[in-house]
């Protein structure tokens, strides 16, 4: 069975930083693209972007409100995934999902920008 | 970037009835379209894939059709259970992006 299990979510500051990550299981991790997807609160999915097995380039993809700010990450040796978040803005509240070929998403992590 | 269009926005229907959600893409897209439904404070569930495929576990009464710039999910005759927001996404080119969402409520 997969499993997605995020974490590290929390409050933070704007202009803070803050890490998630993403325990997959229950499939073979390094031929996964692995995807970000985060619905703020009230809101609707928004894509934040995606990496490529490293047997495809291993490449990542953002959505243009987070270019420069926000960095996909994986460790295949551990099957995790990870989201570094930086200069964050109070707009980047919301739950962040991780997915892999968005057909199994984790439970969701609450990401909250406020001073 | 591509934009979806989904419609309508909210829909109250009663059990057993038939409801259809739309979803139209500002270019061609192909069969690169996706339904996902989202309940209360869970995750969203992949329903179909490449606008028809259903997914296994997925009701039968859920269906999808449409290529290029027009899609549709249909829910044959819906059940209490199916309360929920239906979202579409586009694969095709990126970023990805989803449609804005039609909550469906049983009247």
């Known amino acids: 069975e997969v499993q997605l299990v995020e974490a590290g979510g929390g409050l933070v500051k704007p202009g803070g930083s803050l890490r998630l990550s993403c325990a997959a299981s229950?499939?073979?991790?390094?031929?996964?693209?692995m995807h970000w997807v985060r619905q703020a609160p009230g809101k609707g999915l928004e894509w934040v972007g995606r990496i490529k097995s490293k047997t495809d380039g291993g490449t990542t993809d953002y959505v243009a409100p987070v270019k420069g700010r926000f960095t996909i990450s994986r460790d295949d040796s551990k099957d995790m995934l990870y989201l570094q978040m930086n200069s964050l803005k109070t707009e980047d509240t919301a739950v962040y999902y991780c997915?892999?070929?968005?057909?199994?998403w984790g439970q969701g992590t609450l990401v909250t920008v406020s001073s | 970037e591509i934009v979806l269009t989904q419609s309508p926005d909210f829909q109250s229907v009663p059990p057993k009835e038939k409801v259809t959600i739309t979803c139209r893409a500002s270019?061609?897209?192909?069969?690169?379209l996706f339904w996902y439904q989202q309940k209360p404070n869970q995750s969203p569930k992949l329903l179909i894939k490449f606008a028809s495929q259903s997914l296994s576990g997925a009701p039968s009464r859920f269906s999808g059709s449409g290529s290029g710039t027009d899609f549709t999910l249909t829910i044959s005759s819906l059940e209490a259970e199916d309360a929920a927001t239906y979202y579409c996404?586009?694969?095709?080119?990126?970023?990805?992006?989803f449609g804005g969402g039609t909550k469906v409520e049983i009247k």
């Open positions: 270019q061609s897209i192909g069969r690169n």
């Open positions: 229950g499939f073979l991790f390094s031929n996964a693209w």
């Open positions: 997915s892999t070929t968005l057909l199994d």
């Open positions: 996404l586009q694969s095709s080119s990126l970023p990805l992006i």
